[in-house]
């Protein structure tokens, strides 16, 4: 990662993301962008994991928070849980994300009917195809079903060394990938409640 494309990241993102507690936030790393001799130490700290597959103890923490899916609910079964990652890690995975696709689009790795995150695809585009369908199914009198699947918790229920391998073969690196899901792995989940962040944890290896 070169302090280029660091400060250039940075640049674009917005203060008032929420991050782990348990580093520098979103709103530091942005001002360091600002300093050519601190975005250099940020660099050289964000490019280390990546380059060498090393976990850093400090991204090993997380904070799980809730919040609620319908405006003004305080239902606890209406109340989705979010995990605030340390800012650093939480950039790597942006940045590796978007290079994989970007990287898989170009390659055509990626079905035409993917919409999601994929340059110069938009959601309006994806719901008029949708509507198109319909209209040529019902001029045609054709048959036809659609099924539109929301998976209950789909991402937690993610198979590790399969979507690393995928990662992969759509060119991310091994250590990149090894320091992602083993940071995941073995992350320590701290809680926000009422009273403040509490101080047992779960998850990690012990």
């Not at 060119?171 to 989940?189: A, E, N, P, W, Y």
Request: charged letters at 20%; glycine letters at 6%; a positive charge.
């Amino acid at each position: 990662l070169s302090t280029a494309d660091h400060i250039s990241g940075w640049s674009r993102m917005k203060g008032r993301i929420a991050s782990s507690p348990f580093g520098p936030l979103f709103c530091d790393y942005i001002a360091g962008s600002q300093d050519i001799r601190v975005a250099d130490i940020d660099a050289a700290l964000a490019s280390i994991p990546a380059v060498t597959g090393y976990c850093p103890r400090a991204w090993q923490q997380a904070l799980d928070i809730m919040i609620p899916k319908k405006k003004l609910s305080a239902d606890v079964t209406k109340l989705r849980i979010i995990v605030l990652f340390h800012a650093l890690f939480n950039m790597m995975n942006k940045r590796v994300g978007r290079d994989m696709v970007y990287q898989a689009s170009d390659l055509g790795l990626l079905p035409a009917e993917t919409f999601g995150s994929r340059p110069g695809r938009r959601a309006n585009i994806c719901a008029l195809n949708k509507v198109l369908t319909y209209d040529v199914s019902r001029q045609r009198r054709q048959p036809m079903a659609l099924c539109s699947n929301d998976a209950t918790a789909c991402y937690d229920r993610i198979i590790h060394s399969v979507a690393s391998i995928c990662m992969q073969r759509f060119g991310v690196d091994s250590r990149t990938c090894q320091v992602m899901f083993g940071t995941l792995q073995d992350i320590k989940h701290h809680i926000s409640t009422a009273y403040g962040i509490s101080a047992d944890t779960y998850g990690g290896i012990e």
